[in-house]
């Protein structure tokens, strides 16, 4: 059993003990205080409070909030109405509870307390602001979560400085790994480049009401090859170049002599956040052929706004600027400039990154050609070394590849292990070892492998610039985050108004 389990249980536990006095020093009868909900019920009848506060607990996540609220209150009957009282009911209720229900020093003081008591001012708005940092902070981690777009990666469906709301909902929300962090700030505090968490508690992946990706659904969730990461804000490192592409660059030792000192690893929830379209799901069969995605042998359907490079041929000294390309029908949004026109090695040829759509619609005239641009064998593409030599996979031309399922069994052969041996050690926590050619899993040899989780495969519509499942493999479910439902806002030297309250497809 994880330590989390373990601290989730001994928590509940010396919840519902300290009730248990709480009830006695008031004139109830104490077992009833072990009773989940029914121990609320008969607080709200002691407090004489109205009685839609018990059935607003049921509400999904907010419920919980209103829970607390009727412990708090319960503490008030107490005597106790300083923040530091207020502070141990929300966040260590397990210790602070069994204090007022066993301490000598502690007495029910009942309804007259309270009604006499008079909050000052200041107090008044500190109970206000902790009151909606809470709230906030439930809402964001339970139902629906703010997000920008910081790269094109996702073009045109989503542009840079698109504004979304993301549904914590759609897929169920998850429990976060490292609760003790500070509110609003996802991994890093600002100015300092520190951690904004702590490690001290860390939970298991759990996740409420879970419901499956869908194939196709635009998805944010943390990178999975974030685990490790070199920390470096100096350096182009992260996203772009992860740690382990230096590592296969220059070899672990060298990666530890250089960066050591600025090496450091991250739990699931505070990896960065990505966004990318889901093309395939657990069980699925996934190739790409000539730039086509492929899934259980069906072609799967092309989005109007994915865009992917295509060679562009015009006429001597003629130059694709935006005019000549939106004479084509081809537009350029501002900061799209660098990597959306290049030249090639072939004279007059640039290519250009073109939407489905616009791809329909082009007008070209005499002395213009298009043609499909095909990114060749990329040794970066995951998983970077195939057992088969006569396999040459790049970002168009890649796999089949089978994403695994949870319930799944694979025979844990040479080439199957350089596919999942990192879903098997990493994401599902095993120990894996070769021994003289065989297998071992958590020291027992073993010939096959029953995947725990679902996992996804996620690609960018923009596809000749995105980094995604092609170079750095699965997402597992416990990496998701919510499904990118609402254009709130977006601005590009000013709002884009058509963009504004717009759903994602």
Known sequence: MSIGWIIFIVATIGWHIGLYGMFKKAGMDAWKALIPFYNTWCMIQKMELKKIWFFLQFIPVAGQFITIWITIKFVEHFGRFGVLHHAATVFIPFIYFPYLGF?????????????????????????????AI?????????????????????????????????????????IPNTPIAMPFIHNTMPYSNSKS???????????????????????????????????????????????????????????????GANIITRPVDKRENFIKRCVA?????????????????????????SERYYNLRVPANVYPDKETLKALGINIHEGEDIGDVRPT?????????????????????????????????????????????????????????????????????????????????VYENNKVENRGGQIFINDKPATTYTFKMNYYWMMGDNRHN????????FVPEDHVVGKASLIWFSWENGP??????????
């Not at 029910?108 to 602001?129: F, P, Q």
């Not at 657990?282 to 042998?297: E, F, M, S």
């Open 103 to 131: 301490s000598s020093n502690e007495k029910y003081a009942g309804k007259l307390v309270v009604n006499n008591y008079v909050k000052s001012s200041a107090r008044e708005w500190i109970d206000a602001a902790a009151f």
């Open 134 to 174: 809470v709230a906030a902070t439930l809402i964001r981690t339970f139902v629906f979560e703010a997000y920008t777009i910081p790269t094109p990666s996702m073009e045109k469906t989503l542009l840079v400085n698109d504004f979304l709301f993301v549904s914590k909902f759609s897929y169920g929300p998850r």
């Open 197 to 259: 968490y702590s490690e001290v508690l860390e939970l298991p992946y759990i996740r409420w009401f879970a419901s499956p990706v869908k194939r196709n659904d635009v998805v944010v969730f943390n990178f999975p090859v974030n685990d490790t990461l070199i920390n470096d804000p100096d350096q182009q490192f992260g996203s772009k170049i992860t740690y382990y592409e230096v590592v296969r660059q220059l070899g672990r030792e060298e990666t530890w002599n250089r960066y």
């Open 281 to 305: 799901v657990g069980g699925d069969v996934l190739q790409v052929v000539n730039g086509k995605v492929i899934v259980n042998g069906k072609p799967q359907p092309v989005f109007p706004e």
């Open 345 to 425: 090695a072939v004279p007059n040829e640039f290519q250009v990154n073109i939407t489905n759509e616009e791809f329909a619609h082009l007008k070209i005239p005499a002395g213009f050609s298009v043609t499909d641009s095909i990114q060749g064998e990329d040794n970066r593409t995951f998983p970077y070394f195939n057992t088969n030599p006569n396999i040459h996979w790049g970002p168009d031309n890649y796999g089949p590849i089978t994403i695994p399922q949870k319930g799944s069994t694979i025979p844990l052969t040479p080439d199957n292990m350089v596919r999942y041996k990192r879903c098997i050690e």
């Open 466 to 473: 995105s980094l995604d499942s092609r170079y750095w493999g």
């Open 496 to 505: 884009r108004w058509k963009r504004l309250f717009t759903s994602i497809h």
